[in-house]
């Protein structure tokens, strides 16, 4: 167990890190190296210019107002999903440095700012995993279980693993966060730091299965998140 | 006869479809947009279910490997079987490429693009609509013989000439073939494609030539999208040889997108300097500028209108057919939903040309049935052959009592 714990938590991050981007790299060029669209294959209406039309697949992409038009409960999970996760996203950066600018601009103290952390963090992982189980439940339901496969359960299990774990250091830890920033530098430097100790065991799981989400991310259907941009810029072509 | 199915399909692999199959979530928005899914609750109907079977098929190891074990299980790869083949051949064949399920996905991606090679594939091992591929065929041999066959046609639109002109009382009306003009019309087979515009350019005082060739574009419904273009090409040659400035296709659904979609990719430079345009543009123009006049309220009773897939969501023509109706309707209705959610009329995708698919495309039409009858419409109008015929046999089927027309032939019919 403790080999696995070391091996999580100084070998494999660098592995992660260079599958990720290097998985990315493979998928654009596995696009790239195919021949480009046969044809204008825009649905209508779109904007006339070439700059409207940018704007408007972004703004879909970021609203998914196509969806909500047509599903909205499934625009709801979807979107409120996504939304989470930025959330949760911004929130770690504090894992790696903190938002000095932000507290100093708001005169805020040590209290203030582990207090707000708790309550914004807690607020965007609920709205991140509740809608993951939405669409877990979905998966069995009507004609959508004709079109669940393996890599469905896959993905949303290891999300709401990674939530969990996450939950676990949120609402029964208190983490200091100068331990996490010592940890996260000493690996960037390769001058190792110990674990984290008050992130307490969850920590090393939740480490360890953002790694596995790394490594599968490039190679799976989360790749829509470069692909889209791509698939709505051509249906608007 | 896998693997060579699998080399046609991977050598037609575009970006696009390397992407959708990747990114594909199969979140399932567009279960609610297949009319085919709607009415027959067939897992293959499934425009993602579609996608999914074709993405497990590229997905066969080729040789040696035979995938199985954990990945095997996880690319679900051991049913290359009789049920897949099933499946494919309904998810491949009985499908509009309406393009509905783009409008619902929240990436639009394009399933009617990966049907289109699919369908290619599927034809070269003999499995499909082989009525539709001959047609196709037809289509390009046609500009090969095109002097012998010249002049037979040229008696023929002499004699329907000389039918318009009795039944109109006017000596000067003229249909000219394959002469130097400003726009060239290219017509459907059947004078029902040529009488009303015969009469609208006379009214329109319109400089015009008939094409020696038709608009419809069979080898596009099976993918085949070499054939596509050398039956398109004919026209581009005689576009270039009469020196025209525009080129206006019939009430004619998949050409029409071809036509304003594709031929910038198929034929670039070739092309540049003239205009392409559905007629149904060229005559709205003439009335917005009062180059033709109508009897307004020509037409009193409910109608309503059909947007077809590809003049709609395909090729964003969605005004110039209601200016037209409102000119001359008492009652315009519209469908729910209408413009690019408009149901599909169920006969797209080459359907009609194949005699096997009738009882087939006869179900994909009940949601189209269901719009109809909610409007009460006494007339049903729009803008695409294929459209027209498979409304018509729904209307019969369904016992709808409804008329249907070409938006131009309403126009025709209440010149002044």
């Known amino acids: 167990m403790a080999t696995l714990a070391f091996l999580f938590a100084y070998i494999t991050p660098y592995m992660a890190v260079v599958v990720f981007f290097g998985g990315l790299a493979y998928r654009v060029f596995r696009w790239w190296r195919k021949p480009p669209a046969p044809a204008h294959l825009s649905l209508f209406p779109r904007p006339q210019s070439r700059l409207g039309r940018l704007l408007d697949a972004l703004v879909d992409m970021f609203t998914l107002k196509g969806l909500l038009r047509v599903n909205p409960l499934l625009w709801a999970g979807g979107f409120i999903m996504h939304l989470g996760l930025l959330f949760v996203l911004v929130g770690h950066i504090r894992a790696f440095t903190d938002f000095y600018f932000l507290w100093k601009l708001l005169n805020w103290g040590k209290e203030q700012q582990h207090a707000f952390s708790a309550v914004a963090g807690t607020i965007a992982g609920t709205l991140f995993t509740i809608p993951l189980f939405y669409l877990l439940a979905r998966r069995w339901s009507g004609a959508v279980k004709w079109l669940s496969v393996p890599e469905d359960f896959f993905v949303l299990f290891l999300l709401i693993g990674i939530a969990l774990t996450g939950f676990h250091m949120r609402l029964l830890r208190t983490v200091e966060i100068e331990e996490l920033h010592r940890f996260f530098a000493g690996l960037a430097s390769f001058r190792w730091q110990p674990v984290p100790k008050s992130a307490g065991p969850a920590f090393i799981w939740h480490f360890a299965l953002v790694q596995l989400l790394m490594v599968y991310f490039p190679f799976g259907k989360l790749s829509h998140t470069i692909g889209s941009v791509l698939s709505k810029m051509v249906a608007r072509s | ?416």
């Open chain 2, 1 to 416: 006869m896998l693997a060579k199915f699998l080399d046609t399909i991977r050598a037609r692999i575009t970006r696009p479809l390397q992407y959708y199959q990747d990114i594909c979530v199969r979140c399932g928005a567009c279960i609610d947009a297949c009319h085919f899914y709607v009415a027959s609750g067939s897992p293959a109907h499934i425009p993602a279910y579609r996608m999914m079977l074709v993405k497990k098929l590229l997905q066969q190891p080729n040789h040696g490997w035979k995938g199985r074990g954990i990945l095997g299980w996880y690319r679900e790869t051991g049913m290359a079987d009789e049920r897949m083949v099933t499946e494919l051949r309904q998810a491949l064949w009985e499908c509009t490429g309406c393009r509905r399920c783009s409008v619902f996905c929240p990436f639009d991606l394009d399933t009617a693009l990966m049907v289109n090679v699919g369908r290619y594939a599927l034809l070269q091992e003999g499995m499909g609509m082989e009525m539709a591929a001959e047609i196709g065929n037809a289509e390009v041999s046609k500009g090969e013989i095109i002097d012998a066959l010249r002049e037979f046609y040229v008696d023929q639109v002499r004699e329907l000439e000389g039918r318009i002109r009795e039944e109109w009382g006017v000596s000067d009306l003229r249909i000219p073939v394959d002469e130097p003009a400003r726009v060239l019309y290219v017509p459907v087979v059947g004078e029902h494609a040529i009488i009303p515009l015969a009469k609208i350019f006379y009214a329109a005082q319109e400089s015009w030539s008939l094409s020696l060739f038709t608009a419809t574009n069979h080898s596009f419904f099976v993918g085949d999208i070499e054939k596509a273009k050398q039956a398109a090409h004919w026209i581009v040659e005689e576009a270039r040889r009469l020196g025209v400035q525009v080129i206006a296709y019939a009430e004619c659904g998949h050409a029409t997108r071809t036509l304003l979609n594709f031929w910038d990719h198929w034929f670039g430079d070739e092309i540049s300097g003239i205009q392409r345009v559905s007629v149904v543009q060229l005559v709205a123009a003439y009335l917005k500028e009062g180059r033709i006049r109508v009897r307004e309220g020509a037409f009193d009773g409910p109608m309503t209108y059909h947007d077809p897939c590809n003049l709609g969501r395909n090729a964003g023509i969605y005004e110039e057919p209601r200016l037209l109706i409102r000119a001359v309707a008492t009652d315009f209705r519209e469908l729910t939903p209408n413009r690019e959610l408009n149901w599909c009329c169920g006969g797209g995708g080459g359907m009609i040309a194949e005699p096997g698919m009738l009882e087939v495309r006869m179900k994909a039409g009940q949601p189209k049935v269901e719009q109809i009858q909610r409007t009460g419409a006494r007339w049903v109008v729009t803008t695409c052959e294929n459209c027209k015929t498979q409304l018509a046999d729904l209307s019969e089927r369904y016992g709808l009592g409804v008329e249907v027309r070409g938006v131009v032939d309403l126009i025709a019919d209440a010149l002044v």
